[in-house]
């Protein structure tokens, strides 16, 4: 069974720094575009960073210049650097991607289980 496993969430003062990270496990044939989204209390889930197989990335316009979204396809982990955090990054961070299970297979979208980031002093 595919899942994706989150690491990294906690909370940190405004203008800190956290590194989150998702590592796709089970039995799967391809990964597609991996992403990370966000769902703050009370709002809609929102994409943050979504990197392509081939490593091409791209932002959120509230989070550019302060997110680094990379991965590594050998490992078929997808990291999230975030970078001068403030206290409206606080959500729920979930990892996503599209992965097949075989080489026939259409490929379906993934989520990860979610980790908590705390903005606050």
């Known amino acids: 069974q595919v899942q994706l496993v989150e690491s990294g969430g906690g909370l940190v003062q405004p203008g800190g720094s956290l590194r989150l990270s998702c590592a796709a496990s089970g039995s799967f044939f391809s990964v597609r575009s991996m992403a990370w989204y966000r769902q703050a209390p009370g709002k809609q889930r929102e994409l943050v960073a979504r990197?392509?197989?081939?490593?091409?990335?791209n932002y959120a316009d509230s989070v550019k210049g302060r997110f680094t979204i990379s991965r590594d396809n050998a490992k078929n982990t997808v990291t999230l650097q975030m970078n001068s955090l403030e206290p409206e990054d606080t959500a729920v961070y979930y990892c996503?991607?599209?992965?097949?299970?075989?080489?026939?297979?259409?490929?379906?979208?993934?989520w990860g289980q979610g980790t908590q980031v705390t903005i606050s002093s």
């Open positions: 990197i392509t197989s081939g490593g091409s990335p």
């Open positions: 996503n991607a599209d992965l097949a299970e075989r080489a026939w297979s259409p490929f379906f979208n993934y």
